[in-house]
């Protein structure tokens, strides 16, 4: 988790209700808390004092700082610039909602056994599918797009039929999910099978592709390692080429799956440890 998730990730989880609380910097604080007004930040609570945040540019490059200086002078909160990139890229957004809302959970808990049965099938973490599948539909099957994409996987006809995936009855939910994890996996091993990437990247990178299509993820990371990026990371390096290029659609996309992978991810070890509570109970009352 260090280091993927920035503090704005956190806020934007503690907004949904996933997590309860957290620490961030002042001067982040007065910026979010524009945006989240339902978030109560308790600026009286300090950790520490006397931080210091800046950028830092070698000293031989004044034009760089000065660009910087003149960037933040037009565009800092407040002036007419920064109202408006904050109106456009914060306050218009499409938030993360709560994965473990009451309904929502009912959908994850009755879809759990699906998800395990084809993830396992189709190699991928369980998890990271229902988190796939919450950020698609909100595992709900009743869902269609206006692009006429189906179910909890958000499958489309046409690629539901297709010769690899030849699982054309996508408004059955297993068939759904079925078909919405095999396209997966011919995604992850057509284009991200290099030896290079490991398990947790090549994942990631066949969830791009399964919302902005192969060959353009592909030309991303292309153009990453020629930007000085790590082709084979997708957090903090070719996101950040994709946010250039094709805008926060997939990045959000791939982001927002994370974020409900660690909700789901802590909700199960939660639930194994009130289970082995549970059991530990009943031995003691056997015994």
Same mark, same amino acid.
């Given at each position: 988790v260090a280091g993927i998730l920035k503090e704005e990730d956190i806020l934007k989880m503690m907004h949904a209700g996933i997590i309860p609380a957290s620490v961030i910097d002042s001067i982040k604080a007065e910026l979010w808390s524009k945006i989240f007004t339902e978030i109560t930040f308790h600026h009286d609570i300090v950790i520490r004092t006397d931080g210091e945040i800046a950028w830092a540019v070698r000293k031989n490059n004044p034009d760089l700082q000065n660009q910087i200086n003149d960037f933040w002078r037009f565009h800092q909160p407040g002036t007419l610039m920064g109202n408006i990139l904050i109106r456009k890229y914060l306050q218009n957004a499409r938030w993360i909602t709560n994965p473990l809302s009451k309904e929502a959970l &009912?959908?994850?808990? #009755? /879809?759990?056994?699906?998800?395990?049965?084809?993830?396992?099938?189709?190699?991928?973490?369980?998890?990271?599918? /229902?988190?796939?599948?919450?950020? #698609?539909?909100?595992? !709900?099957?009743?869902? *269609?797009?206006?692009?006429? /994409?189906?179910?909890?996987?958000?499958?489309?006809? %046409?690629?539901?039929?297709?010769?690899?995936?030849?699982?054309? %009855?996508?408004?059955?939910? #297993?068939?759904?999910?079925? /078909?919405?994890?095999?396209?997966?996996?011919? *995604?992850? !091993?057509?284009?991200?099978? !290099? &030896?290079?990437?490991? &398990?947790?990247?090549a994942t990631l990178f066949a969830l791009a592709a399964y919302n902005a299509g192969p060959a353009r993820i592909l030309r991303l990371r292309h153009e990453a390692r020629e930007s000085g990026f790590d082709p084979d990371i997708w957090f903090g390096n070719v996101e950040i080429i994709a946010a250039h290029r094709i805008g926060r659609e997939t990045v959000e996309y791939v982001s927002n799956i994370y974020k409900y992978y660690l909700a789901y991810r802590h909700f199960q070890e939660k639930e194994m440890q009130r289970q082995e509570f549970k059991n530990t109970l009943n031995y003691e009352c056997e015994r």
């Open positions: &009912e959908r994850f808990v #009755e /879809a759990v056994p699906l998800f395990k049965i084809y993830a396992d099938q189709y190699d991928f973490d369980w998890l990271m599918i /229902a988190a796939m599948a919450f950020q #698609e539909s909100g595992i !709900d099957q009743q869902v *269609i797009s206006p692009a006429g /994409a189906v179910g909890v996987m958000q499958v489309l006809p %046409d690629t539901a039929v297709h010769p690899h995936i030849d699982i054309p %009855d996508i408004y059955n939910l #297993e068939s759904n999910i079925h /078909a919405g994890l095999k396209y997966l996996r011919f *995604i992850a !091993d057509r284009y991200f099978g !290099d &030896e290079q990437l490991d &398990e947790f990247n």
